[in-house]
């Protein structure tokens, strides 16, 4: 009960006390008072009394009021974006304590920044790795097994043979696309901007869903880490559709919403599948988390989902 009392309620509360009891005291003690008290007496203790408690009051209040409001703004910074500060007052017991957390504040943000920066090359580093092992390693196998059933179907040809190469040829091709999902050369080498168009082309391409893009002209140049996060969500936002969605039309935008960047992904689809945390929504949970923003994903009215990822971009 006492800890939801503030700081000053408390130490009025204390001081009160000790006032009435000191009051008590002088009052009613015989090594004080010659004889007992009148009433008269009794009164004027009393008012002196509450004189006092009132005084305290007024004054322990405004004693600790900028500590009550310093704890009230490190509450809501806590809360609040990562960017958000305490407010410095001019002068007063507070203002270096509201430095000191500000200095606080900005080196856990450079901290969080730079975890998040590693946590994504971590990430990307290893994406790389086994697209080149899926390359490198299982594409030249069944490019090699691909050339010996060539050979054996010129030597005897058979349905047999020719099916098995289809099969082989299509392993191939499946292995071929999933490393290049896994490492992204277009948004290296060409940008976001053609690499969100890349993958609505890879969409129409492989389900002859329509796709509207659009994209805002003139965003502000994004950081690569911001840049790697709008592509993988829009490409797992796109892949979700192409799985569950049975849509047959996608609408796509990027913009810039106030000082966040947005991607929305809209399609005209089933809605969200049960249990839809676990076809992909969690991972762009998590990488959005990863640079301060945050996923939104809703069913929109007359059917279908709607997914954006907002990401705060810092004021050129």
């Known amino acids: ?93 507070t203002r270096p304590v509201s430095v000191a957390v500000n200095d606080l504040l900005e080196r856990i943000d450079d901290a969080q920044r730079a975890s998040a920066a590693a946590a994504l090359a971590a990430q990307e580093s290893e994406r790389s790795r086994i697209a080149q092992e899926l390359h490198d390693g299982v594409g030249q196998s069944l490019t090699a097994v691909l050339l010996e059933l060539k050979l054996l179907s010129e030597s005897a040809p058979s349905p047999s043979l020719d099916r098995v190469r289809d099969g082989v040829r299509a392993s191939l091709d499946e292995v071929r696309s999933v490393a290049r999902t896994l490492r992204p050369h277009v948004l290296e080498d060409l940008g976001l901007r053609s690499a969100l168009a890349a993958l609505t082309q890879d969409l129409f391409g492989s389900t002859r869903t329509h796709v509207r893009r659009g994209i805002m002209p003139g965003l502000p140049d994004l950081p690569a880490d911001v840049e790697l996060v709008v592509f993988r969500v829009a490409q797992e936002a796109l892949t979700n559709v192409a799985r569950h969605a049975e849509a047959t039309t996608v609408e796509l935008s990027l913009g810039m919403v106030g000082r966040e960047i947005e991607l929305r992904v809209t399609d005209d689809g089933h809605g969200l599948p049960r249990g839809a945390e676990g076809t992909g929504l969690r991972g762009m949970r998590e990488r959005a988390a990863l640079v301060g923003g945050r996923i939104d994903v809703a069913r929109r009215d007359g059917g279908g989902t709607v997914a954006a990822l907002r990401v705060p971009v810092a004021a050129p």
Not at 71 to 86: D, F, G, M, N
């Open 1 to 93: 009960m006492a800890s939801d009392l503030s700081l000053s309620t408390r130490v009025i509360v204390i001081n009160g006390l000790l006032f009435a009891a000191g009051t008590a005291v002088l009052a009613l003690s015989p090594a004080t008072v010659s004889s007992q008290p009148v009433l008269s007496e009794s009164v004027v203790l009393l008012v002196g009394l509450a004189v006092m408690i009132v005084a305290n009051s007024v004054l322990v209040r405004r004693a600790l009021r900028p500590l009550e409001r310093l704890r009230h703004q490190l509450t809501s910074a806590a809360s609040a974006a990562p960017e958000e500060r305490v407010a410095v007052p001019a002068s007063g017991v």
